[in-house]
């Protein structure tokens, strides 16, 4: 490293980005991990993934056993679904999604037979002697997607990984989210499970290590990883800060690599590849097991719950039945969240169903959710400092405000991560992030149409032209009909003038 | 006087016959830009906006005659596009835009006459002879050409529905 | 004094401490019309440099080899209309022609810089000050560079105040108003600059 670079990094070190919220992971990360019984009806997605919808293969009124495809996935990125439990299907059809907007998603319905009977499983015996496309497999057809909650379909970025030929493959267990701490929780409980996971991985994305990343709150968590990993080659434990939004792959990335993931760019492309540890966790129970993705665990937070804590639910639970498990509502909640605070969905009812890359629920008080008028922005720069990927928040807000998208999308719009930390600091509650998000949904709608139009193009376009060649086929078809005739005239003629010539007077 | 009327002649012939000269040496074939307005527009020419034709449309908002608004198909997206090629200001919040919408065939009204599948700019409607027509989701931009040809107002507009898919979150009220 | 600094000096002093329009109040129409956004008054600015150090040119050559000669004087402003006239035809032809985009975004201002009373006020002044031939070119470029400053340094501003809340009354043109007016203040600044 250079003189130059070396000035250049501390002068650009400054205040560290992103922000500091309370935790409130206490009391509900001391808590262990509680299963929850099989609920009566179960709601299971078509789409719980990034991707096209799987598509269903199941009728109503047909038995399934615990573990059974319920629907294919469609497409190379897409991921199929299971039945959480044995029983029958019930109903396949819209219901409300677990979703800001409260528009519907189709599922099916799922009535429980309570005996939670498991399919015949096919575990891989011998994994890590088995071709990496084989494990890949697997992971398909158990439907694991990232756990974190992008929901992106594991397997796909598993082969991602090994066409692009990575060399490190981190492992999230950050957490960085406050309330939650269902990562916390599984890596205390079943770090095995997880450094297996992470083992099956590194030989499934031929990575040559694997560093997994823990925030410094969580001591018990790193002291269970380390016991567990010790002893496993090239499986390291890295303790990282904890700050919001370290659990964002790129900040992940960098913290743990120096490596910063361009603009444009995927982590593959600069060779690594980021997992969530609870998708690790499913992977193991996937490859080692034969287990699909049928259930997940997730905290339970915030005030209004009697008792907080994490669980082990089954996919499909309605969060209703999973609080009232859980003892219940101690009063109204203000808001009710599905993932972390930061960066969660505010849940339009407690009558949606758990998805795979839902994280925690959290029922927040009145007081957890208080929010201040927003006022007009003062150009302290707070946000400026905040952001982890360096934008300048208020000048987008700006731009976004007076109606001119590409002016913000020229500021880096596009390389915003929506991690809230602009919002969370800004003294004049100012909703940045939500500016941010509808600019992107809109600029997405008119990218949308912008191709429709394109699409409309070329068919009014392939239109024209085959009306085009069909006048020129009928006019040719014409020409060659009436040439046709007069040369039929023409024989006629011909062949009735010598006749003519022998029978005169015979009527033609 | 007789200086000052020839020396401004002179001048005005000399300047006429080199504006002359220029104007040949710099003559523009067509204009570059109705092309490449043209080239933005949904070409399905489909009339909505009152010319004829995406390529009369492209002229006429070039020229001023038009709105870069005037195209119900496009929407605020062509009418953004259109107004950033040509370097104007666009007062979006008037656009009546009601969004994307789709044409839809009420079944039980359509006779199946295959008036509209022949009027469609982009073939998104099908169906034959007495047979119920149907309307291609992804093909039909609702331009709307279908559904005067209809003779018992079968077809509609509708605006396209909502999904997760392409919902998009409101704009927080803010500055 | 050498050539260089006396050039200098009167690039100096005809770009910002004689300002065409914040301190002589000549060009107004398109400082404020064209100024809405930094691309269009760049390409405005350009276009009028070439005008204006064309014009300073053309009727220098006129006022001395022919209306000096001829006693012409009274002929002044409507002979310098004309060639100022020509000259703007000829740059909306050769704009058309080279940039379509700065054509259309020039739009209706193009044909108005014919009108610009910056253009003949700078070869009038040019015929006042009794200046040779070079200097008068170096004039009329010193004051078309003040001229772009201006337009790109108000552009800029107004780019940065269409984002700004103000009170509706003061939205558009008002803001506008004040906003140049500062700017004027604030070019005062330099008629000390070269005593």
């Known amino acids: ?26 009391p509900a990360s001391e808590a262990p991990i509680r299963t929850l019984p099989v609920p009566p009806l179960l709601y299971i997605p078509f789409s719980q993934h990034v991707g096209a919808a799987a598509e269903p293969i199941v009728h109503v009124g047909q038995k399934v056993l615990k573990g059974e495809c319920l629907a294919v996935a469609k497409g190379t990125i897409s991921a199929p679904v299971h039945a959480s439990t044995s029983g029958e299907i019930i109903a396949i059809g819209p219901i409300t999604a677990p979703h800001p ?82 990562d916390d929780r599984l890596m205390r409980e079943r770090a095995d499970g997880v450094i297996r996971g992470a083992v099956l991985m590194r030989h499934a994305t031929g990575a040559r290590e694997v560093r997994i990343g823990i925030e410094d709150n969580k001591p018990e968590a790193i002291v269970a990883m380390r016991a567990a990993a010790a002893g496993v080659a090239d499986v390291s434990i890295c303790v990282v800060p904890a700050r919001y939004p370290m659990g964002s792959d790129r900040q992940l990335i960098i913290e743990l690599t120096g490596i910063e993931v361009p603009a444009e760019a995927r982590a593959a492309d600069v ?104 006022g007009p922005c003062i150009r ?21 405000a007076a109606g001119a998208l590409d002016g913000a999308v020229g500021l880096g719009l596009h390389d915003c991560i929506g991690c809230g930390c602009c919002a969370y600091v800004c003294p004049s509650h100012i909703p940045l ?18 191709q429709r139009n394109e699409a409309t193009r070329k068919l009014a376009q392939a239109r024209t032209e085959r009306l085009e060649r069909e006048a020129r086929e009928k006019a040719e078809a014409a020409a060659r009909r009436a040439a046709e005739r007069k040369a039929q005239k023409a024989r006629d003629a011909a062949s009735a003038a010598p006749e003519q010539a022998n029978s005169e007077g015979a009527p033609a | ?29 067509g204009n570059p830009v109705v092309a490449e307005v043209e080239s933005l527009m949904p070409g399905s020419n489909c009339g909505q906006c009152g010319f004829p034709g995406c390529a009369g449309a492209a002229a006429a908002i070039v020229n001023g005659n038009a709105q870069p608004t005037c195209c119900p198909p496009g929407g605020k997206a062509l009418a953004q596009a259109v107004a950033a090629r040509l ?89 | 004094m050498t050539a260089t600094t006396e050039i200098l000096l009167l690039l100096l002093s005809t770009a910002l401490v004689n300002n065409v329009v914040l301190v002589k109040f000549l060009g107004l129409c398109p400082a404020l019309g064209v100024s809405k956004n930094m691309d269009a008054a760049l390409g405005m600015g350009l276009a009028t440099t070439f005008v204006i150090t064309l014009a300073s040119a053309l009727c220098w050559m006129l006022d001395h080899w022919l209306l000096a000669r001829f006693g012409l004087g009274f002929l002044r402003i409507l002979t310098f209309i004309l060639v100022i006239a020509a000259a703007v035809q000829f740059v909306e032809m050769v704009i058309r022609k080279t940039s379509p985009g700065l054509y259309q975004s020039l739009g209706i201002y193009l044909p108005l810089i014919t009108t610009n009373c910056a253009v003949l006020g700078v070869a009038l002044l040019n015929v006042q000050q009794n200046a040779g031939f070079m200097k008068s070119v170096l004039y009329g470029f010193g004051s078309a560079l003040g001229f772009t400053l201006v337009m790109l340094i108000f552009a800029g501003l107004r780019e940065r105040l269409a984002l700004a ?12 108003f004040i906003t140049i007016s500062l700017l004027s203040l604030a070019f005062m600044g330099f008629s000390g600059l070269i005593s």
């Open chain 1, 1 to 26: 490293m250079g003189i130059f670079d070396k000035i250049f990094r501390q002068l650009g070190r400054g205040e560290p980005w992103g922000v500091h919220p309370d935790e409130h992971k206490r």
């Open chain 1, 380 to 400: 302290c720069g707070s946000c400026t400092k905040a952001c982890p990927v360096g934008l300048l928040p208020l000048e987008m807000n700006a731009r976004i």
């Open chain 1, 271 to 374: 060779g690594v590849l980021v997992h969530n540890v609870g998708t690790a966790h499913a992977i193991h129970q996937a490859i080692d097991l034969g287990r699909p993705l049928v259930s997940r665990v997730m905290t339970l937070n915030g005030a209004a719950l009697r008792q907080p804590g994490n669980y082990e639910v089954l996919i499909g639970t309605v969060v209703d039945d999973l609080i009232a498990f859980s003892g219940g509502m101690r009063n109204t909640p203000a808001r009710l969240v599905m993932g972390g605070p930061m960066m969660g969905q505010v849940l339009p009812s407690p009558l949606v169903p758990v998805v795979k890359g839902c994280s925690g629920i959290l029922a927040l008080s009145a007081e957890e959710v208080a929010q201040g008028e927003p």
């Open chain 1, 101 to 182: 907007s409260g528009l519907e998603i189709m599922a099916i319905t799922l009535r429980s037979d309570m005996e939670d009977r498991w399919l015949p499983l096919e575990a891989i015996v011998d994994p890590l002697a088995a071709a990496p496309e084989v494990l890949a497999r697997q992971v398909a057809d158990a439907g694991i997607v990232g756990l974190g909650g992008a929901t992106f379909p594991a397997s796909v970025k598993l082969g991602l990984g090994r066409r692009s030929g990575i060399k490190t493959l981190i492992l999230n267990g950050s957490e960085c989210e406050p309330y939650l701490s269902c």
């Open chain 3, 165 to 176: 809340r103000v009170p509706a009354a003061f939205t558009g043109a008002p803001s506008a």
């Open chain 2, 87 to 175: 370097g104007l200001s666009l007062d979006l919040s008037t656009v009546a835009d009601a969004g994307p919408q789709l044409a839809m065939v009420a079944e039980e009204i359509c006779i199946g006459c295959c008036r509209c599948i022949k009027s469609c700019p982009s073939d998104a409607i099908l169906g034959g002879a007495k047979q119920i027509h149907n309307v291609l989701r992804e093909a039909c931009n609702g331009c709307a050409s279908c559904i005067e040809r209809c003779p018992t107002g079968a077809i509609g507009l509708k605006p396209v529905p909502v999904t997760l898919q392409n919902w998009v979150w409101p704009n927080p009220t803010s500055a």
């Open chain 2, 1 to 29: 006087m007789l200086i000052a009327v020839i020396s401004l002649t002179t001048l005005g012939v000399v300047l006429g016959t080199l504006l002359g000269l220029a104007s040949r040496h710099f003559r523009v074939e």
């Open chain 1, 433 to 450: 992030v939500q500016a941010f998000n509808h600019a992107k949904g809109e600029l997405a709608a008119q990218a949308r149409i912008r």
